[in-house]
């Protein structure tokens, strides 16, 4: 009887500590608001449980694909607190951005912030430090040196297998719409000019940027690059395309009137090396698939 007592408690004991390690386990994850953060949190495959404004994700960034058992803490901004107290991270990832979250998150879980885009600083670069940073912090050293190094081959591959050197290639003006008469145009300190370095392909905006890398103008400041070809990152805000289908404005533009133009699938713009393999896979795709469009006029 006292034999079967004692193994009933030690099955008990067992199944509480197994629990704990559950418990435990089910804690060893990082959530995050901010979409650079969460991209490469997913491609070095480290433990993710929640992940802000996941339908905005999916048409602003795309891949990696959020999994399914990830919860939704809701807007970037404004997260769902008591959401992300039902299961709490080991510590809630940041970027300056959200830092004014900070107060309200620390009630919750620890809360860590991880910088990208710095003026002055090189933005290449910062990406791989974000990715050294995040490994390190997960854990997850290996996949984020991994990431770093697949990242690196890709741009030599492409930039090496490309017919057309240098100054055969039209300068590119890289642009997102934020309504039909606006567009962000992005140069130094951008990911997508990042990228371009890293193709050696020209970036045709040669004015001064803002901390993120772009520069906010109105499409007839498109019209002072007549040679440029015009790389459209979607996605476009509902009903511009068919505002610009009857502007004037557009269809003067030298770039659009000789069709000198690609159009490419959401990037996110603000990402790291996630979003700067995808970039770098979407626009070669693109200028192969229309070499006439980006040659240098001789």
Same mark, same amino acid.
């Given at each position: 009887?006292?034999?079967?007592?004692?193994?009933?408690?030690?099955?008990?004991?067992?199944?509480? =500590?197994?629990?704990?390690?559950?418990?435990?386990?089910?804690?060893?994850?990082?959530?995050?608001? +901010?979409?650079?953060?969460?991209?490469?949190?997913?491609?070095? +495959? &480290? !433990?993710?449980?929640?992940?802000? *404004?996941?339908?905005?994700?999916? &048409?602003?960034?795309?891949?990696?694909?959020?999994?399914?058992?990830?919860?939704?803490?809701?807007?970037?901004?404004?997260?769902?607190?008591?959401?992300?107290? *039902?299961?709490?991270?080991?510590?809630?990832?940041?970027? %300056?951005?959200?830092? /004014?979250? #900070?107060?309200?998150?620390?009630?919750?879980? %620890?809360?860590?912030?991880?910088?990208?885009?710095? %003026?002055?600083? +090189?933005?290449?670069?910062?990406?791989?430090?974000? #990715?050294?940073?995040? /490994?390190?912090? #997960?854990?997850? *050293?290996?996949?984020?040196? *991994?990431?770093?190094?697949?990242?690196?081959?890709?741009? #030599?591959?492409?930039?090496?297998?490309? !017919?057309?050197?240098?100054?055969?290639?039209?300068?590119?003006?890289?642009?997102?719409?934020? +309504?039909?008469?606006?567009?962000?145009?992005?140069?130094?300190?951008?990911?997508?000019?990042? $990228?371009?370095?890293?193709?050696?392909? %020209?970036?045709?905006?040669?004015?001064?940027?803002?901390?993120?890398?772009?520069?906010?103008?109105?499409?007839?400041?498109?019209?002072?690059?007549?040679?440029?070809?015009?790389?459209?990152?979607?996605?476009?805000?509902?009903?511009?395309?068919?505002?610009?289908?009857?502007? /004037?404005?557009?269809?003067?533009?030298?770039?659009?009137?000789?069709?000198?133009? $690609?159009?490419?699938?959401?990037?996110?713009?603000?990402?790291?090396?996630?979003?700067?393999?995808?970039?770098?896979?979407?626009?070669?795709?693109?200028?192969? =698939?229309?070499?006439?469009?980006?040659?240098?006029?001789?």
């Amino acid at each position: 009887m006292r034999h079967t007592s004692l193994f009933c408690l030690l099955a008990r004991c067992g199944l509480f =500590a197994a629990c704990l390690l559950s418990i435990s386990n089910a804690q060893a994850q990082w959530a995050t608001v +901010d979409w650079t953060i969460a991209e490469t949190l997913l491609a070095i +495959d &480290a !433990p993710v449980s929640s992940v802000a *404004q996941q339908s905005d994700y999916r &048409a602003w960034v795309g891949e990696p694909r959020i999994p399914d058992n990830v919860s939704d803490m809701g807007l970037r901004t404004q997260p769902n607190l008591e959401l992300l107290a *039902q299961v709490p991270p080991e510590q809630t990832l940041i970027s %300056p951005m959200f830092a /004014g979250l #900070t107060p309200r998150l620390e009630k919750i879980a %620890p809360v860590t912030l991880f910088s990208l885009y710095s %003026p002055g600083a +090189d933005t290449w670069q910062e990406m791989q430090t974000l #990715t050294r940073e995040l /490994g390190e912090l #997960t854990e997850h *050293q290996s996949q984020a040196e *991994q990431l770093i190094e697949d990242t690196q081959a890709l741009m #030599t591959t492409l930039r090496e297998s490309r !017919p057309l050197s240098q100054s055969e290639i039209s300068p590119l003006l890289m642009v997102q719409f934020m +309504d039909a008469r606006h567009v962000r145009v992005f140069g130094e300190n951008s990911l997508y000019n990042a $990228v371009l370095e890293q193709l050696d392909l %020209p970036n045709a905006w040669d004015q001064s940027t803002n901390a993120w890398g772009f520069a906010l103008v109105g499409i007839e400041a498109l019209a002072r690059y007549p040679e440029a070809t015009l790389v459209i990152i979607d996605p476009l805000p509902a009903g511009v395309e068919e505002q610009l289908a009857k502007s /004037g404005l557009w269809q003067q533009l030298p770039s659009v009137r000789h069709d000198r133009g $690609v159009r490419l699938p959401p990037v996110w713009s603000f990402g790291a090396l996630p979003s700067a393999q995808r970039f770098a896979r979407e626009l070669t795709m693109a200028l192969e =698939a229309a070499p006439a469009v980006t040659h240098r006029r001789q």
